[in-house]
T-cell receptor, first 105, second 116 residues
Framework: DAKTTQPNSMESNEEEPVHLPCNHS???????IHWYRQLPSQGPEYVIH???SNVNNRMASLAIAEDRKSSTLILHRATLRDAAVYYC??????FGAGTRLTVKP | GAVVSQHPSWVICKSGTSVKIECRSL??????MFWYRQFPKQSLMLMAT?????????EQGVEKDKFLINHASLTLSTLTVTSAHPEDSSFYIC????????????FGPGTRLTVL
């Protein structure tokens, strides 16, 4: 079983920020935290990864808790195209249930 | 970013036949590839981990004689579903990456298998 837990679903309004949480309390000190997202009938798409420091890229930001037991993926301005299932995956590449993000216009 | 392809993108076969799915890393060498299956409305389920030049490591409950995995080169891994049955109908997805601290993986677009 995956070692990550996420809320099943979240909703956001278009153009508003979205914070997607993930608990990974069993992660080791050297394991990176990876986030992917998946649109229907497609393979997962890489979003971001990080180790200890907060990370930013053109898609999102990743805020990692100081104890590394949790992280939050931040979409600064959600668009309709961001509607997807978001996964933080464990270091063994196992997927949990993910969070289904719905973006309302 | 790195590109991973899968072939075919979809396949329909008769019950009892075997189907081979290819996973290729197009612009990098992949020391590790992972195979997943995904049923409708569910998450990805890891089936096996494949390292180039060695036998695949299967997850508990996945029949290695039914789902044959070959990782013969650094750019190609294949999954063969032998004696397919309707319950094997699923979306099969591979990922490819390089081993190391970051363990970044890149996913293929998936293959939709329908067994009649």
């Amino acid at each position: 079983d995956a070692k990550t837990t996420q809320p099943n679903s979240m909703e956001s309004n278009e153009e508003e920020p979205v914070h997607l949480p993930c608990n990974h309390s069993t992660i080791s000190g050297t394991d990176y935290i990876h986030w992917y997202r998946q649109l229907p009938s497609q393979g997962p798409e890489y979003v971001i990864h990080g180790l200890t420091s907060n990370v930013n890229n053109r898609m999102a930001s990743l805020a990692i808790a100081e104890d590394r037991k949790s992280s939050t993926l931040i979409l600064h301005r959600a668009t309709l195209r961001d509607a997807a299932v978001y996964y933080c995956i464990d270091p063994d590449m196992r997927f949990g249930a993910g969070t289904r993000l719905t973006v309302k216009p | 970013g790195a590109v991973v392809s899968q072939h075919p993108s979809w396949v329909i076969c008769k019950s009892g036949t075997s189907v081979k799915i290819e996973c290729r890393s197009l612009d990098f060498q992949a020391t590790t590839m992972f195979w997943y299956r995904q049923f409708p409305k569910q998450s990805l389920m890891l089936m096996a981990t494949s390292n180039e030049g060695s036998k695949a490591t299967y997850e508990q409950g996945v029949e290695k004689d039914k789902f044959l995995i070959n990782h013969a080169s650094l750019t190609l891994s294949t999954l063969t579903v032998t004696s397919a049955h309707p319950e094997d109908s699923s979306f099969y997805i591979c990922s490819a990456g390089t081993s190391g601290r970051v363990n970044e993986q890149f996913f293929g677009p998936g293959t939709r298998l329908t067994v009649l």
